[in-house]
């Protein structure tokens, strides 16, 4: 996995081996007249608003020292998505760091 140059504090827990989630698969439950652009074969657009009860989380994938590995959500409500990385923080802020131990928390409890 690579991080993009402009998250210096993903890339510093990245490079110190700290596990954290990297991305979700959701599914949601759509019909008619819902527009839906398929990107590609693993990537839609679908116009919104969309209810939380039409989506469940499937899988969040997790970077660690192993590499990436999925979580088997299952059909969980969003609600069990780990907290959001903050955009662009800095490597060893308090703001990444305070996330970093949010994300290992989520991470422990579900893997």
Same mark, same amino acid.
């Given at each position: 996995?690579?991080?993009?140059?402009?998250?210096?504090g993903?890339?510093?827990?990245?490079?110190?081996?700290?596990?954290?989630?990297?991305?979700?698969?959701?599914?949601?439950?759509? +019909? @008619?007249?819902?527009?839906?652009? *398929?990107?590609?074969? /693993?990537?839609?657009?679908?116009?919104? $608003?969309?209810? !939380?009860a039409?989506?469940?989380?499937?899988?969040?994938?997790?970077? +660690? @020292?192993?590499?990436?590995?999925? *979580?088997?959500?299952? /059909?969980?409500?969003?609600?069990?998505? $780990?907290?959001? !990385?903050?955009?662009?923080?800095?490597?060893?802020?308090?703001e990444?760091?305070?996330?970093a131990?949010?994300?290992?928390?989520?991470?422990?409890?579900?893997?």
């Amino acid at each position: 996995m690579t991080v993009p140059a402009d998250q210096p504090g993903l890339r510093d827990l990245l490079l110190r081996g700290v596990p954290f989630p990297s991305g979700a698969v959701l599914r949601m439950q759509i +019909g @008619p007249p819902t527009p839906v652009a *398929w990107i590609n074969e /693993g990537e839609q657009v679908v116009r919104g $608003p969309i209810p !939380a009860a039409f989506l469940r989380v499937e899988e969040v994938h997790v970077y +660690g @020292p192993e590499g990436t590995r999925p *979580w088997r959500a299952q /059909g969980t409500a969003p609600g069990a998505l $780990p907290p959001a !990385a903050p955009y662009g923080a800095s490597a060893g802020s308090q703001e990444i760091n305070d996330w970093a131990r949010l994300a290992t928390e989520w991470v422990n409890a579900h893997l």
